[in-house]
Each structure stands twice: as C-alpha cells, then as structure tokens.
DNA sequence: ATTCTCACA
DNA sequence: TGTGAGTA
C-alpha cells in the first residue's frame, strides 16, 4: 500500500498539448486566468502532475457546456470536478461524460484523438480500480 | 529542439 | 486563438 511515489511525474507543456489536444495557448491562457496553476521549474518553463492534466481535460470539457471562462472557474470550484472526484471514489459505474453523449465515429480530426486518449486513460483508471476488488 | 513572454494580424 | 519575434 504505498503507491505516493515522492516525486511525481510531470510533464511539458508540449506533452501535456497532446494529451490534452488543448493547444498550448489555451493551457497558457486557462492558468492566466486562473483556472489552472502549474508548476515552474528552475527556469520558468511549466510543468504539469497528472492531476493538473485530469483538470486540464475537465476544463477543455467543461467549456463546451459552460462558454464562459466565469463558469468554468464557478464549476471547478465545486467538488468533484476531475481533480479529486474523477478517480476517487466512482459508486457510479464507468461512463465517460462527453464521449458516450455523441460517441466516436472518426480519429481522423486531432480533437477526437485527444479525447479517445483521455477515455483510454480514464478507462485504465476505473480498471486499476476494479483490480483491487475483483470477485 | 522546446518553452517563455509579449504583441499583433 | 493563432502565430511570430527574440530569449533562455
């Protein structure tokens, strides 16, 4: 029982681009407002834990439903919103929230890369899960 | 090569 | 938001 490795692994800004599909920009300006904080390392170049990751990808997720970065912010604030309701304790059984709406039907646009990307890993998340409870 | 900040089409 | 300039 001990998975709290001390240090954490993190990523670039441009890893964290395709794992996101959120532009560089946008992961820029979503910590300028405020909605995000990222590490900084001995430079000033960002860095990012996976938790920073997980509520990147609910904000990318969140502002197709909110339009307004005020929402976004107002929604991430109440609790489970990614970062610590994701992966925490899921008594529902796995769905993921954006995908299943509208479901998969290309990879060809980049947008659907990165969102199959982000259910293949929530998917291994509620599998890891599951692992420790198998019957 | 990659990211950073700032500013502009 | 994207992209280019000039750095670190």
Request: aromatic fraction near 6%; charged fraction near 25%; hydrophobic fraction near 30%.
């Amino acid at each position: 029982m001990a998975d709290q490795d001390p240090n954490q692994p993190t990523y670039s800004i441009g890893e964290v681009r395709e794992r996101t599909g959120l532009s560089s920009r946008q992961i820029r300006y979503y910590e300028a407002m405020g909605l995000i904080e990222s590490l900084r390392t001995n430079g000033k170049h960002r860095r990012f834990t996976e938790e920073m990751i997980d509520r990147l990808l609910t904000i990318k997720e969140l502002l197709k439903e909110k339009s307004s970065i005020e929402a976004v912010r107002q929604a991430l604030q109440q609790p489970g919103a990614g970062q610590s309701g994701l992966q925490k304790k899921t008594p529902a059984l796995p769905r993921y929230p954006q995908m299943s709406r509208q479901g998969l039907t290309s990879l060809y646009p980049v947008s659907n890369r990165a969102d199959l990307l982000a259910m293949i890993q929530w998917l291994e998340g509620q599998k890891k899960m599951k692992t420790n409870q198998d019957p």
